[in-house]
């Protein structure tokens, strides 16, 4: 069974820095690498799929990479609206979700 | 404009059922596998049931296998999820989500409670 392990558990960050977010598979999951942003009270926004492939409408100072076990979203220069929770997907098999990342301002 | 949104939550005792529905718009229902996803309370994500485009394929959690069954009526663009042997950790937001592995399009989520 595949785990999906985020770190860290918490992020702080000051607005207009970069904030570097992993995410870990215990097996292989090749690219089939989703990330989501929720903040409280709504439902998930999908960001990153295919680990790399930006979904329509989310800015360029989100990106993905990585591929196999390791996966890392970068958020270049934080702006105010990017604070919330941040989960990564894998979708290998059945869709399996990290335990999260809350990005909180420093 | 896609839409999904969930009814159907709401308080139920221990060992009880609910059935939670997801009416679909925006899209040709048919042709999309649809899911159901929950999240407890301040908890993370999980993944609960997915029924492909035509009912063919079902697969479940471990966690909600034998208890739970998805459904879907393509003629009125419904996705259902029947809920019994309910417990108190199947408490949380259970959201509808139109998956092709990732989901770009959620419902705003319906809570359900199991209490006595």
């Known amino acids: 069974e595949i785990v999906m392990t985020q770190s860290p558990a918490t992020l702080s960050v000051s607005p207009g820095e970069r904030a570097t977010l992993s995410c870990r598979a215990s097996q292989s999951v090749s690219s089939n690498l989703a990330w989501y942003q929720q903040k409280p009270g709504q439902a998930p926004r999908l960001l990153i799929y295919g680990a790399s492939t930006r979904a329509t409408g989310i800015p360029a100072r989100f990106s993905g990479s990585g591929s196999g076990t390791e996966f890392t979203l970068t958020i270049s220069s934080l702006q105010s609206e990017d604070f919330a929770v941040y989960y990564c997907q894998q979708y290998n098999n059945w869709p399996l979700f990290g335990q999260g990342t809350k990005l909180e301002i420093k | 404009e896609v839409q999904l949104v969930e009814s159907g939550g709401g308080l139920v005792k221990p060992g009880g059922s609910l059935r939670l529905s997801c009416a679909a718009s925006?899209?040709?229902?048919?042709?999309?596998?649809m899911n159901w996803v929950r999240q407890a309370p301040g908890k993370g994500l999980e993944w609960v049931s997915s029924?492909?485009?035509?009912?063919?394929?079902?697969y479940y959690a471990d966690s909600v296998k034998g208890r739970f069954t998805i459904s879907r009526d393509n003629a009125k663009n419904s996705l259902y999820l029947q809920m019994n042997s309910l417990r108190a950790e199947d408490t949380a937001v259970y959201y509808c989500a139109r998956m092709n592995g990732y989901s770009s399009d959620w419902g705003q989520g319906t809570l359900v409670t199991v209490s006595s």
């Open positions: 029924i492909s485009s035509s009912s063919s394929y079902i």
């Open positions: 925006g899209f040709t229902f048919s042709s999309y596998s």
